[in-house]
């Protein structure tokens, strides 16, 4: 009888166990699946590559800027949001400087923890160079509307955390008499406001 207590004890702290732990796991998963019901905010590196360059002694010099990109996400739907975008960013060998604000959408896909997407924007950009060579391959100043095409791969490492692996896109400005296309990589960290809807 001592035995048999004994033993029904034992299954019972081991099937409370055993449920314990799957509630963490399903309290621990869950909200990491969940980020597609969350606002977010981003904040990253970015960097620019254009379609301008500065003959040299060592060749043509590409011209590029490196700045930081912030985001913000509206997430309404599954797989649907709304995003904005601020950006700025300098470089070389024009001492240029390339100030960038678009809003869109975004599409996106769930699969666990990780979520990747593509995006539309459209906006204003404005390219400025105070380079005696700048002045003359930029005009000092161009400005104008802008499109923005993109895709990327979101991962979520916390409930409020998750970083932003890669984000590759191809921007078309109206810079020149051909227009301009440039291409831009970034990376960075995710916040998401609030609890998982």
């Known amino acids: 009888m001592r035995n048999r207590s004994i033993g029904i004890l034992l299954a019972a702290l081991l099937s409370t166990g055993c449920a314990c732990f799957a509630q963490q796991a399903i309290d621990t998963v869950a909200p990491l699946r969940a980020n597609r019901f969350t606002d977010q905010v981003y ?51 024009f001492d240029q400087s390339l100030i960038t604000g678009a809003a869109g959408a975004s599409y996106l896909l769930h699969y666990r923890r990780y979520e990747p997407y593509m995006h539309a ?19 000092n100043v161009n400005s104008g509307f802008m499109l923005l095409f993109g895709a990327g791969l979101d991962m979520k490492v916390s409930e409020r955390w998750g970083v932003r692996a890669i984000s590759l896109e191809d921007l078309y400005l109206p810079f020149g008499t051909a227009r301009s296309t440039y291409w831009n990589v970034g990376s960075g960290v995710l916040y998401h406001l609030g609890r998982a809807r």
Do not use: C, W
């Open 43 to 93: 904040v990253g590196f970015d960097h620019t590559r254009t379609d301008y360059a500065l003959a040299t002694s060592d060749g043509n010099k590409l011209a590029t800027t490196d700045g930081v990109d912030v985001e913000y996400d509206m997430r309404r739907k599954e797989h649907l949001a709304y995003i904005a975008t601020v950006r700025y960013g300098n470089g070389t060998p």
């Open 121 to 139: 924007m459209g906006g204003y950009t404005r390219l400025a160079s105070q380079h005696a060579a700048g002045g003359m391959y930029l005009s």
